[in-house]
């Protein structure tokens, strides 16, 4: 009657092992690909990552490439218009000489 019941005792604990041996599988397997899951989130959020700096260190480059340009037109129109005002002044003063040169004519006729 004792053997009975050591080898009942030792089959249902024999059971409860293998069983929890199952469950605790099963979970590793579940654990593993939901670890597997967020590696590939994970590598595809650090490509995201990667792909933005790239396009906004290029999209920098380019702010930056476009304000120097803008600064060498400003630069230029500025010299344009110092250019302009002293051709401006120059006509005025050629404007003068030659109406001068032609009330010296007309006195002369």
């Given at each position: 009657m004792q053997s009975i019941a050591i080898i009942f005792i030792?089959?249902?604990l024999v059971?409860?092992?293998f069983s929890g041996m199952n469950v605790y599988k099963s979970l590793y397997k579940k654990?593993?690909?939901e670890k597997k899951m967020l590696a590939d989130q994970i590598e595809k959020l650090e490509d995201l990552i990667e792909r933005y700096d790239k396009k906004s260190k290029t999209s920098v480059?380019?702010?930056r490439d476009n304000q120097d340009n803008l600064d060498v037109a400003?630069?230029?129109l500025q010299k344009?218009?110092?250019e302009n005002s002293d051709l401006k002044h120059k006509l005025v003063v050629l404007q003068k000489?030659?109406?001068e040169l032609y009330a010296q004519v007309n006195t002369m006729i």
């Open positions: 030792s089959g249902v059971l409860f092992f654990i593993s690909e480059s380019a702010l400003r630069d230029d344009i218009r110092v000489k030659a109406d």
